[in-house]
Nanobody, 128 residues
Framework: QVQMAESGGGSVQSGGSLRLSCVGYRVMYRYYYMGWFRQAPGKEREGVGIVESADKTSYADSVKGRFTISQDNAKNTLYLQMDSLKPEDTAMYYC??????????????????????WGEGTQVTVSS
């Protein structure tokens, strides 16, 4: 069973930064995609960024150039560095593992993603 736990959320003003962390337990990073997702009130959950390999991370157009995903395999930790935050970034942020591009999953650009393990989320609120 894949278990994830996020931390680092909070409230910031527009233009500020936050770094989210996600510790994964029993996650086989070598064989599955990992990623960050978010869900704003009244909206569907959507992909923010997907790590497909050590050399390839894809981002949603809305966060490209502002958000960066990194990982520390020795610590089983995935990070989401969020800079130049905007009020529209306000959402509950989730990390996920054991992900794959499949039909019927959460939106990520022109594709959809399903994942086998999720954290409980951490709230990010950006004020103008």
């Amino acid at each position: 069973q894949v278990q994830m736990a996020e931390s680092g959320g909070g409230s910031v003003q527009s233009g500020g930064s936050l770094r989210l962390s996600c510790v994964g337990y029993r996650v086989m990073y070598r064989y599955y995609y990992m990623g960050w997702f978010r869900q704003a009130p009244g909206k569907e959950r959507e992909g923010v960024g997907i790590v497909e390999s050590a050399d390839k991370t894809s981002y949603a157009d809305s966060v490209k150039g502002r958000f960066t995903i990194s990982q520390d395999n020795a610590k089983n930790t995935l990070y989401l560095q969020m800079d130049s935050l905007k009020p529209e970034d306000t959402a509950m942020y989730y990390c996920a593992a054991a992900c794959s591009y499949t039909y019927g999953g959460y939106s990520f650009g022109a594709r959809t993603v399903t994942c086998g393990g999720w954290g409980e989320g951490t709230q990010v609120t950006v004020s103008s």
